[in-house]
């Protein structure tokens, strides 16, 4: 490619600015027209030369920034070539259209049969296409119908169960790529040569040479560009345009270092920073993730809070909260001296209304309170429980058995309760518990060193 | 509407100039600027809109969350802040520095200060003797953290906290630097942390404050301010609340003598009935906000007292917290308060012990505080872990700055003074999702410049926001055309020393 002086360049940036006017004026000739041979203002015809002439000229300017705004290179050559000569066209028949209407030029056959709105209204069409060439070389060619009702609907990615299962590029790179690069490296306008629209043609390259090396973040120029500071010239995107976000980098980074940059690695092949992980997890709808906490624990999918349930939870009497925004997961307490021997049955039935979100518990705590053995059932069916508060209240041993089936129970506080070291064994059972605490219970210090010879479990009693 | 509103006109004279002043048609009457009234209108309205958003009432069991929070799951549900105000000395309490010992009295080398910016008080000074710790070091609990004698209590409990050597801060005097550690700003008017906790997450218990302050009795040193709790620009009911020591912890909240209170409930009806009215005709927050704070002070009138009550305490609860837990006000009575007011589920308590500015007799005053507070901070990490609290209670000690390893004034075999330094200092986290038993960070062998992992105050706030599953980016409060965070613009989650 020739050089082109920056000047040119400069002047040819102002081609979007200056093509609007020549469009305002000639449609606005169109509607004078219009108005003159359909409605009563007929003297509205004298300023149709004026709006003519205006166009004609400023349709010139136009063409002459348009051909310096295209010597900078990069748009597909079929449609510029169509945009610059309709332009051209355009700018012609409108200096046709104002030398009849002026009168400067009399053509005998012309001047019957309304002949100026016939002409006119050829002119706004080549005006139309002219633009729509424009509209594609500048916003690429799918911009116009991309939300059209009517345009074929991509064929959505399969939704994933498990977030090891992501492709690292359909399922993430390429949409950052969509949102932030392709509107200026497409099939129709390729900046620096490059388009990103596919994956063959981004591996393809631009003017200079293959954007991404796989395995190697230094030598690509992809990271290059988009890690630049913000008013560095060669800055991907450039100033102005949205630039990548941190976390965006940290991905394609991660694409190029880990996942050798093609189409097939998923997240489950290699190691994952946390900060991808984080990243992949919120984008693809795991956003309950343990995101950024150090590890990649994944929280259980729960559907959205039913608020029938929860005011009928909360009009028994206990206390909901969201752990997460809208991920459906809560905790639910109790204050403390709510359930006594009086009012037990009540409280029973109370209890039942919880099934409904039995699996949306996360944490619990009913501490202070009187609790049956028919309410330590139903908390038994909180299959997603993590942390349950049980202290200050009547259990005994008993109530500790049905929670065996608590698999995901980590941490369970029964300090100031009636249980013994029967429990012990009990705790065996429930594979992810971590953390028991046993102050001011019946279990001895001895049964605790004991059953901690062979067990990892911390249990935590008087200090 | 229209009706309604002319009932809430007084038939008094003076009372209708006065509400004249506030009249919506005669503000518009009277400007004849109709856009920028209508501009301001809106104005108003947004206000309101941003002023009100964690729900319309405390009481209920379920409150939507309407900023969106938590961002992740939480670790803490609650915090309780040791502050020590004044700049404990970390060269006599928790960095040990023992090459500092042959140094004894040498100038401190400029490539150590590398021409660091000094206070006032000892920028004069001729020459900056080396001052080395003289209190004994000892490494304790299977995590090996080095603690000094002075804190005989905090050693035993090493193995569940996490010391972080390196914090950094930008300040080096009192005031600006506390300031900054409570409101990520060295100017006064922003948020404290606990009103931004309150603002984002709500209360968790509806008869007590979401923040409580106390502050240890008669311990003079540097002043504390009531805005190092303030709310800032956020709505006023996030403010801290200060429980006083001594009869009345909350002033104003006992009945005034001869007075049973028995029609209370009833006065305090009609006049939320008169606020209603005045919300409706006017829609400024603050009414709002005041009408909550009449309700939480009626709440309040019983469960402060029973909160406070500490008679109920068994012996061996007072003999871990220290001798001093018996009267109210201590810090150890105060860290005993506080365990119970967590209980309760307060979200955040704030403690203040004032005095710890030693810049002339460094040991001695260092070892006084120490007596003062090490016993009662270790009680109630230890009282917290017993009843499985501290898996979701954070808890941090710390000052606003370091000391510097010169010393300020004569240095001789027993006695030295040391200044204020901010470029590294010693403070500790512990509980809900922190890392036990960890050191984190280094400085270099004058504990002057940190070496390695350094921790801003804006990083610990993000920190701490992050273990409420909060983004330190996205809670944000919209003031004077702009949004504010606690981080401001700054802040990395210091993700090493989680969980």
Not at chain 1, 145 to 165: C, D, G, I, T
Not at chain 2, 28 to 34: D, E, I, R, V, Y
Not at chain 2, 83 to 105: H, I, N, W
């Amino acid at each position: 490619m020739q050089e082109v002086s920056d000047f040119v360049l400069f002047l040819g940036r102002f081609h979007p600015l200056v093509v609007h006017l020549p469009i305002g004026f000639l449609m606005f000739a169109l509607i004078l027209e219009l108005a003159d041979n359909f409605t009563k203002m007929k003297h509205l015809n004298a300023a149709v030369p004026l709006a003519l002439l205006l166009g004609a000229i400023s349709g010139t300017v136009a063409c002459i920034l348009g051909y310096m705004l295209s010597q900078s290179g990069g748009y597909d050559e079929d449609m510029l070539n169509g945009h610059f000569w309709f332009g051209i066209g355009t700018t012609l028949l409108a200096f046709f259209a104002w030398a009849l209407k002026s009168g400067v030029l009399k053509i005998a056959i012309l001047q019957k049969a309304k002949p100026n709105l016939a002409l006119l209204t050829v002119m706004v069409i080549l005006l139309s296409v002219t633009g729509h060439y424009g509209g594609n070389l500048t916003h690429g060619e799918d911009y116009l119908v991309k939300y059209a009702p009517f345009r074929e609907k991509e064929e959505p990615l399969p939704q994933l169960a498990k977030l090891e299962e992501a492709t690292v590029y359909p399922y993430l790179v390429k949409p950052v790529f969509e949102a932030k690069c392709v509107s200026c490296h497409n099939e129709s306008k390729k900046k620096g040569g490059l388009a990103m629209h596919t994956f063959e043609a981004m591996a393809l390259g631009g003017d200079g040479g293959a954007i991404f090396m796989a395995g190697d973040v230094e030598g690509s120029e992809l990271i290059r560009r988009i890690t630049l500071p913000e008013h560095h010239d060669d800055v991907m995107p450039p100033e102005g345009k949205t630039p990548l976000t941190e976390q965006e980098s940290a991905l394609i980074k991660f694409w190029i270092e880990h996942g050798q940059a093609n189409e097939v690695a998923t997240l489950g092949t290699t190691e994952v920073p946390e900060e991808v992980l984080a990243y992949a997890a919120s984008t693809l709808g795991f956003a309950a993730a343990g995101v950024g906490q150090g590890s990649s624990e994944v929280l259980p999918t729960a559907n959205p809070l039913n608020m029938d349930v929860v005011n009928t939870i909360t009009a028994a009497g206990f206390k909901v909260r969201e752990l997460i925004d809208g991920s459906g997961l809560v905790e639910i307490t109790l204050d403390d001296n709510k359930i006594n021997a009086s009012n037990m049955s009540e409280w029973e039935e109370h209890f039942q209304s919880l099934t409904p979100i039995k699996d949306q518990i996360l944490w619990a705590d009913f501490g202070g309170n009187d609790l049956s053995d028919a309410i330590m059932v139903q908390i038994s069916g909180f299959t997603n429980l993590r942390k349950l508060v049980l202290d200050n209240t009547s259990i005994t041993d008993a109530a500790i058995q049905p929670l065996a089936s608590l698999n995901s129970l980590e941490s369970l506080n029964v300090y100031k309760t009636n249980v013994t070291n029967n429990v012990l064994p009990m705790l065996k059972e429930m594979p992810n518990l971590k953390k028991v605490y046993i102050w001011q219970t019946q279990v001895s210090a001895d049964a605790v060193e004991q059953f901690l010879e062979n067990s990892k479990l911390e249990i935590i009693s008087g200090v | 509407m229209c009706s309604g509103h002319d009932t809430l006109r007084s038939d008094n004279k003076d009372l209708q100039e006065v509400e004249k002043q506030w009249d919506r048609r005669n503000f518009l009457t009277k400007t004849s600027l109709g856009i920028g009234a209508l501009a301001f209108g809106s104005l108003l309205k947004a206000e309101k809109a941003f002023s009100n958003p964690t729900g319309p009432d405390a009481v209920q069991n379920f409150v939507k969350n309407k900023l969106g929070l938590p961002h992740h799951l939480p670790k803490a549900k609650r915090i309780v802040y040791l502050f020590q105000s004044g700049g404990p000395s970390q060269l006599d309490m928790f960095d040990y520095k023992p090459k500092l010992k042959d140094m004894f009295g040498q100038d401190l080398p400029p490539s150590v200060r590398q021409g660091q910016r000094l206070t006032g008080m000892s920028a004069q000074q001729s020459s900056f003797p080396i001052a080395p710790s003289i209190m004994d070091f000892k490494q304790y609990g299977e995590s090996g953290s080095w603690v000094s004698e002075l804190m005989p209590h905090t050693s035993k409990v090493v193995d569940d906290i996490c010391i972080i050597k390196s914090m950094q801060t930008d300040q080096i005097n009192h005031d600006p630097a506390i300031t900054f550690m409570q409101t990520g700003n060295q100017l006064p008017g922003r948020p404290s942390i606990g009103s931004w906790l309150s603002y984002g997450l709500g209360s968790d218990n509806e008869n007590l404050p979401t923040f409580i302050t106390l502050v240890t009795k008669g311990q003079g040193g540097q002043p504390l301010y009531s805005r190092l709790w303030g709310n800032g620009f956020l709505p006023t009911e996030h403010q801290g609340v200060q429980f006083r020591s001594g009869k009345d912890p909350v002033l104003y909240l006992s009945d005034p003598e001869n007075y049973d209170g028995n029609d209370r409930r009833t006065m305090l009806d009609y006049l939320g009935k008169l606020n209603g009215m005045q919300n409706d005709a006017y829609g400024d927050p603050e009414i709002l906000a005041r009408m909550k704070q009449y309700e939480m002070a009626f709440r309040m009138q019983t469960s402060v007292p029973e909160v406070t009550d500490l008679s109920d305490e068994p012996d061996h609860i007072f003999d871990m917290y220290g001798k001093d837990s018996r009267d109210p006000g201590t810090y150890a009575a105060n860290c005993l308060m506080a365990r119970k007011l967590l209980e309760k589920g307060v979200k955040f308590v704030q403690l203040y012990h004032q005095g710890w500015d030693q810049h002339i007799a460094c040991p001695g005053g260092v070892r006084n505080k120490c007596k003062q507070t090490d016993q009662g901070t270790a009680a109630l990490l230890q009282d917290l872990k017993q009843r499985g609290m501290l898996e979701d209670t954070l808890v941090v000690w710390g000052g606003e700055f370091g000391r510097t390893v010169y010393s300020q004034g004569q240095l001789t075999d027993t006695n030295y003074g040391r200044d204020h330094h901010p470029k590294a200092f010693t403070m500790w986290m512990a509980g809900a999702g922190v890392k036990k038993g960890m050191t984190y960070g280094e400085t270099d062998d004058f504990s002057y410049n940190v070496t390695e992992n350094p921790v801003h105050v804006h990083d610990f706030h993000a920190t701490l926001l992050h273990l409420f599953g909060v983004d330190h980016e996205r809670l944000t409060f919209k003031h004077q055309g702009r949004r504010f965070r606690l981080t401001d613009v700054h802040g990395h989650v210091v993700k090493d020393i989680l969980t």
